[in-house]
């Protein structure tokens, strides 16, 4: 993922899923999260970036050097997307996936889809919000939309 000068990544070099970025202005490498359990689907926002690892979604500062939690709700997380202040993420916790976000200025969660259906693939884009939902009485995927309102 990319955003600006700055490109982030999975990187299985130390035998583990860990997550790595690169300056493109300064060349720099350098790690982001490289603990022991695994990390995943990076993305990134100005000085944010965000991925899924098995307590849920983290994300780090890239501006304080400090990690943090963003969902360890006991489900399964995945695929974070983030823009600005906003992450959005695809959810397990009721027992289908349903699409979660999370406001990084507000410290606040909330739902964005939790209907029955498969959500996932998520995208943000602003406070614009799109995914690709499986509709199992048409046999096929659609794509939905939210618009985010605070």
Do not use: K, M
Not at 23 to 44: K, R, V, Y
Not at 70 to 86: L, R, Y
């Amino acid at each position: 993922a990319i955003d600006g000068h700055i490109i982030v990544w999975q990187d299985e070099r130390n035998g583990n899923a860990d997550i790595y970025g690169y300056d493109l202005e300064t060349g720099a490498e350098f790690p982001i999260c490289t603990n022991t359990s695994a990390q995943w689907n990076p993305a990134i926002s100005g000085d944010i970036v965000v991925w899924t690892d098995q307590s849920g979604i983290s994300g780090y500062n890239l501006a304080t050097h400090a990690e943090f939690p963003i969902c360890t709700n006991e489900s399964a997380q995945w695929d974070p997307a983030i823009s600005g202040n906003i992450v959005v993420w695809a959810d397990n916790r009721n027992g289908n996936w349903d699409i979660y976000g999370y406001n990084l200025a507000t410290q606040a969660e909330f739902p964005i889809c939790t209907n029955e259906n498969y959500q996932h693939e998520i995208a943000i884009s602003g406070n614009i919000v799109a995914w690709q939902e499986w509709d199992e009485y048409n046999g096929g995927y659609n794509i939905y939309g939210a618009r985010l309102i605070f």
